[in-house]
């Protein structure tokens, strides 16, 4: 079994940071794929950040590059997500998504390859 549960996130000022975490508490795997994906109100989820761990590479939608980070503790299958330089349009339930297997390049933000799902954290970025 995976459970993926996030934390972090939270109300922010525009051009603030915030740091959002997704533990993998069962460990019943090793996932190679883990990333982060976030819903805006009324639009549909989309890919933000992943990180593979075999074969290495972390990719980023245009959106957050230079802003946000990813980065791993493959020991314990935790995912996190620094974010600066936070926008209003940054403001949306960020998920944390995860998979078994590597995720092609060409795949990584295709939603229908992550296996398992966090609930979710809500961000607002507002001032």
């Known amino acids: 079994q995976v459970h993926l549960v996030e934390s972090g996130g939270g109300l922010v000022q525009p051009g603030g940071s915030l740091r959002l975490s997704c533990e993998d508490s069962?460990?019943?795997?090793?996932?190679?794929?883990m990333g982060w994906f976030r819903q805006a109100p009324g639009k549909e989820r989309e890919f933000v950040a992943t990180?593979?761990?075999?074969?290495?590479?972390?990719y980023y939608t245009e959106d957050v590059k230079g802003r946000f980070t990813i980065s791993r503790d493959n020991a314990k299958n935790q995912v996190y997500l620094q974010m600066n330089s936070l926008k209003p349009e940054d403001t949306a339930v960020y998920f944390c998504?995860?998979?078994?297997?590597?995720?092609?390049?060409?795949?990584?933000?295709?939603?229908?390859?992550?296996?398992?799902w966090g609930q979710g954290t809500q961000v607002t970025v507002s001032s």
């Open positions: 998504a995860a998979a078994v297997n590597r995720i092609i390049t060409s795949a990584v933000g295709n939603q229908r390859m992550y296996n398992y």
């Open positions: 069962e460990r019943s795997f090793t996932l190679n794929t």
């Open positions: 990180h593979r761990r075999s074969g290495g590479g972390t």
